[in-house]
């Protein structure tokens, strides 16, 4: 069975400084990981995934993530916050094999001013 | 910008009506989902299809039916709304890799009086 978890409900964060979201998962195997953002009355959007390979993966808007195995987390990672980054965060897991994900209960991200 | 159109992007209906939301998309996919998501909350997977011909019922128990005649369109219906409906609805789609990442519409945002 696959899971994934996204312990804060809520990140704040000042506008210029560092921003992590956190996402810890469970899979059978490897996984396939996944970003997804969610701006007010929209629906989601891809921001990035490992596969496989390099750890650090780097994708929209200037956002990265670092797959960690031993911790099993993929936290999602930008150095410098943008109140327009404001916005709903989701991490999603996938077993190989599966192609149904698992999204975790989401992250809202605040970026103050 | 994903080639998947929702309609209609907001829906108030009284009890007992029935009603179809349209989910289409324009990139061949085969693989295609429905979620229900209450606002800025998780998401609940409610039906998904592999291609033509096939629907799966997903984690979430829901009164709502979906058809897969073509592989562009993924209607869902209700056959007799509820209050307990309200909900958005959202449509979302995926390419054959089995690491590829989830394209979503806009959402149908549905309100059941």
């Known amino acids: 069975a696959q899971s994934v978890a996204q312990p804060e409900d809520q990140v704040n964060v000042a506008e210029g400084n560092p921003l992590t979201v956190k996402c810890t998962y469970s899979?059978?195997?490897?996984?396939?990981l996944f970003w997804y953002v969610q701006y007010p009355n929209r629906g989601l959007q891809f921001l990035l995934k490992?596969?496989?390979?390099?750890?650090l993966v780097k994708g929209s808007y200037g956002f990265e993530a670092e797959f960690n195995k031993s911790q099993t987390s993929f936290h999602l990672k930008k150095p410098s916050a943008l109140v327009s980054d404001s916005a709903l965060y989701f991490c999603?897991?996938?077993?190989?094999?599966?192609?149904?994900?698992?999204f975790g209960r989401g992250t809202s991200l605040i970026v103050h001013p | 910008e994903a080639d998947i159109y929702q309609t209609p992007r907001y829906l108030v209906i009284g009890t007992g009506k029935k009603i179809t939301l349209e989910c289409s998309q324009t990139?061949?996919?085969?693989?295609m989902y429905w979620y229900q998501q209450d606002p800025g909350m998780e998401l609940h997977l409610i039906h998904y299809?592999?291609?033509?011909?096939?629907?799966e019922k997903g984690d979430l128990s829901s009164e709502s039916t979906v058809s897969r005649i073509r592989t562009e369109h993924f209607p869902l219906t209700l056959e007799s709304a509820r209050p307990s409906h309200t909900s958005q609805y959202l449509c979302?789609?995926?390419?054959?890799?089995?690491?590829?990442?989830?394209?979503f519409g806009e959402g149908s945002r549905l309100t059941v009086l």
């Open positions: 979302a789609s995926s390419a054959l890799q089995v690491h590829g990442e989830l394209f």
């Open positions: 899979v059978s195997g490897n996984p396939y």
């Open positions: 490992y596969i496989t390979g390099d750890n």
């Open positions: 999603a897991v996938r077993e190989r094999g599966s192609y149904i994900p698992t």
């Open positions: 990139m061949g996919h085969d693989k």
């Open positions: 299809s592999y291609g033509v011909n096939s629907t």
